[in-house]
Structure formats: structure tokens, C-alpha cells
């Protein structure tokens, strides 16, 4: 069965500051990852996808095979990024499982 | 485009009503689903649709109905309403198979006292 685990569920850095979210998979078959992020207010939106290796927002993601992740990372935080992020996986017929979500505050 | 469209934004419900939430979509999307959100379990699926006519069920489907009679709408039936089923629901469409993301309504809020 499908599964993946966001451990932290709230995670605050200072403006300027590196920020890494973490998200860790379960999956059997050739995994298909996405990065979500819902900012106050807003309904949920694509933030990245793990096939397209793209930086959006200055955000990156690497999928690591051998440790079963797909962390979230960008060098210097900005107080617009302060958020809920929640990472995907994409199994069976199209069905998309999400982690537990963190929320980031970014300390101006 | 509108993209998705859920209504209403906010229901009060009592215990045992029943009522349905609306989702459309105007991108021609094969593929919708509906999510509930709760505090610290993140979305879980309900039921989902691949096309007109077939739908299926997700993690959580008790207590809750679909149809998909076009390709447009989605619509959620509560068929009598539990306070266990306060939530926010989300409604989500995508073209397909394929290494797309999903498009997602701005979700409803229901409570259910």
C-alpha cells in the first residue's frame, strides 16, 4: 500500500534562512511525486512535480529512490512562502495520496 | 475558465440531514475527486471518477454517494449527516493518466452540529 509521511508538522524559519520540508514515501510500483501548497485563504495548488525536475518560487524537489524521499528545499526563505505544504503521491487510477502536510512560518 | 467550481462555501447541518455538494468543472477534465481535509490527517479521498459514468471508491467512502452522469459535474451526496463528517471538502479534476497535477476547488466548509 501507498503511503507517505511528512514528519513535521510545523516547521518555522527566519527570512533569509534555508528551508527544507521533508517527505518520505511508501510505494511499491515507480512512484510519481508532487509538492502541494496552500497559502491562506487559498484553495490547494501545484507547487511541483517530481518528472518535470522544474524550480518554481525558487523551490526544488529530488526524488531519492534509495531513501524513499522527496524533500522540499530552497536556499532563502521568504515570508510569502509561510504556508501549508503537503507532499503527493500519485497511484492507481490517477488517485493522489497526500502526506499530513507542514505548515512553514517564515520569521520575517 | 472557471476552472473548478464548488458550492455552496459554508453548510450547517444537523445531524442526520442530508444534503449534496456541488462540484463542476469546464476544462474537460476525464478525472474528479473529492477530498476531505481534517486537522493533522491532511486530504483523504472519497470517491473519485475517470469518466462520465464511473466512479469508484477512495479511503474514506462511508456515509458519503457520487455520481457522474456528464463530464462537468461531480456532485457529493451526504446521505445523513454525522458530526463526524465536519470538514472541509475539496473537489479536485485532471486530464487524465499522465504526469499531470490536479486542479482544485476552493473547497466547502461544512458543519455538522
Known amino acids: 500500500a501507498q503511503r507517505v509521511t511528512q514528519p513535521e508538522k510545523l516547521l518555522s524559519v527566519f527570512k533569509g534562512a534555508p528551508v527544507e520540508l521533508k517527505c518520505n514515501y511508501s510505494y511499491s510500483g515507480s512512484p510519481e511525486l508532487f509538492w502541494y501548497v496552500q497559502y491562506s485563504r487559498q484553495r490547494l495548488q501545484l507547487l511541483l512535480r517530481?518528472?518535470s525536475r522544474e524550480s518554481i518560487k525558487g523551490f526544488t524537489a529530488d526524488l531519492n529512490k534509495g531513501e524513499t524521499s522527496f524533500h522540499l528545499k530552497k536556499p532563502f526563505a521568504q515570508e510569502e512562502d509561510s504556508a501549508m505544504y503537503y507532499c503527493?503521491?500519485?497511484?492507481?487510477?490517477?488517485?493522489?495520496?497526500f502526506g499530513t502536510g507542514t505548515r512553514l512560518t517564515v520569521i520575517p | 475558465n472557471a476552472g473548478v467550481t464548488q458550492t455552496p462555501k459554508f453548510q450547517v447541518l444537523k445531524t442526520g440531514q442530508s444534503m449534496t455538494l456541488q462540484c463542476a468543472q469546464d476544462?474537460?477534465?476525464?478525472?474528479m475527486s473529492w477530498y476531505r481535509q481534517d486537522p493533522g490527517m491532511g486530504l483523504r479521498l472519497i470517491h473519485y471518477s475517470v469518466g462520465a459514468g464511473i466512479t469508484d471508491q477512495g479511503e474514506v467512502p462511508n456515509g458519503y454517494n457520487v455520481s457522474r452522469s456528464t463530464t462537468e459535474d461531480f456532485p457529493l451526496r451526504l446521505l445523513s449527516a454525522a458530526p463526524s463528517q465536519t470538514s472541509v471538502y475539496f473537489c479536485a479534476s485532471s486530464p487524465g493518466q499522465g504526469y499531470y497535477g490536479y486542479t482544485f476547488g476552493s473547497g466547502t466548509r461544512l458543519t455538522v452540529v
Open positions: 476544462m474537460n477534465h476525464e478525472y
Open positions: 503527493a503521491l500519485k497511484s492507481g487510477a490517477n488517485n493522489l495520496f
Open positions: 517530481h518528472i
